[in-house]
């Protein structure tokens, strides 16, 4: 079964520590994975895709197959970071299924 | 601009009274998908629709029921609703499965 694994519900660090938020998936075939955050009384905003292989907000993520991961990372945490973050897992074929992990919140200390 | 509606942004009803919750994009997405948002549960896809007339259910499915008659639009009906669908909404279009979801922002839903 496809799933995604979130394992921390809160990650706390201070203002300019580096950052990674885990991100676990299980999915036998080719996986589209992405980042969402939602700040605080927001809507969830893409943050990043796997397939274009970006860099936003400082932030990025590489997908490990072998590992079946795909960590955010960020190596200077900003108050600004602070938001609850999102790892979702699309099968790419066919459908529109969009598994989402149970998120990370990030808390930024000054 | 850019953007997906939906509408109301908050209702509280009575159980069995239906409803529904209006999603409008203007981007000319051909997905468009529901997702519900509990506490400790992340989001969970309810519908989703790949096109015009073409739906399909998520993982909650249960009590919800959805239509896409033309493009733009996506609403979503609980035809019964229960207090165990008091939940955070969200509807959510795409142009395609690998670009991401643009989300609207979100109903909150109380069924008394």
């Known amino acids: 079964a496809q799933r995604v694994t979130q394992p921390e519900k809160l990650l706390s660090v201070f203002k300019g520590a580096p950052v990674e938020l885990k991100c676990n998936y299980s999915?036998?075939?080719?996986?589209?994975l992405f980042w969402y955050v939602q700040y605080s009384r927001q809507r969830l905003q893409l943050l990043l895709r796997?397939?274009s292989r970006e860099s936003i907000k400082g932030f990025t993520a590489d997908l490990n197959k072998g590992e079946t991961s795909f960590h955010l990372k960020k190596p200077f945490a900003q108050e600004e970071d602070s938001a609850m973050y999102y790892c979702?897992?699309?099968?790419?074929?066919?459908?529109?299924?969009?598994?989402f992990g149970t998120g990370t919140r990030l808390q930024v200390f000054p | 601009e850019a953007q997906v509606t939906q509408n109301p942004r908050y209702l509280i009803t009575v159980t069995g009274k239906k409803l529904t919750v209006t999603c409008s994009q203007n981007?000319?997405?051909?997905?468009m998908s529901w997702y519900r948002q509990d506490p400790g549960l992340g989001l969970r896809q309810i519908y989703y629709?790949?096109?015009?007339?073409?739906?399909d259910k998520g993982d909650v499915p249960e009590g919800y029921k959805v239509s896409r008659k033309e493009k733009r639009n996506f609403p979503l009906i609980l035809e019964s609703p229960s207090p165990n669908q008091t939940s955070l909404y969200f509807c959510?279009?795409?142009?395609?499965?690998?670009?991401?979801?643009?989300f609207g922002s979100g109903t909150r839903l109380t069924v008394v």
């Open positions: 959510a279009s795409s142009r395609a499965t690998d670009y991401g979801y643009t």
């Open positions: 629709s790949m096109n015009v007339e073409v739906t």
């Open positions: 999915y036998s075939g080719s996986p589209e």
């Open positions: 796997h397939i």
């Open positions: 979702a897992l699309s099968r790419s074929y066919n459908t529109d299924k969009l598994i």
């Open positions: 981007m000319n997405h051909e997905y």
